[in-house]
């Protein structure tokens, strides 16, 4: 079974950087792409970024291009989350996840890990 453990999450002020890191381990992990969301209090879960591991392409949404970069090492099977200048906005849960084939639906969701930039 695989298991997504996402780490690295705190308190920090506005401005400030963090760096988010997913690791993934079972024995039949599988990988066509990693991606980082979040949940903000009284809002839905969104999308953050997205890293596919042929090119090594990424994808961000709006709200966080020029300030976020995700990376993946496939040695460690680990996905990182870079957040620099951030801002108050982007307190949330945040959770990764995993599409195994071009085709597959997202796997199960785990606990995340808080974020909070305060003001």
């Known amino acids: 079974q695989v298991q997504l453990v996402e780490s690295g999450g705190g308190l920090v002020q506005a401005g400030g950087s963090l760096r988010l890191s997913c690791a993934a381990s079972?024995?039949?992990?599988?990988?066509?792409?990693m991606y980082w969301y979040r949940q903000a209090p009284g809002k839905e879960r969104e999308f953050v970024a997205g890293?596919?591991?042929?090119?090594?392409?990424?994808t961000y949404a709006e709200s966080v291009k020029g300030r976020f970069g995700i990376s993946g090492d496939n040695v460690k099977n680990t996905v990182y989350l870079q957040m620099n200048s951030l801002k108050p906005e982007d307190t949330a849960i945040y959770y990764c996840?995993?599409?195994?084939?071009?085709?597959?639906?997202?796997?199960?969701w785990g606990q995340g890990t808080q974020v909070t930039v305060s003001s």
């Open positions: 890293f596919f591991w042929s090119g090594r392409t990424t």
């Open positions: 079972g024995r039949t992990f599988r990988s066509y792409a």
């Open positions: 996840n995993n599409r195994e084939t071009l085709t597959s639906a997202l796997g199960s």
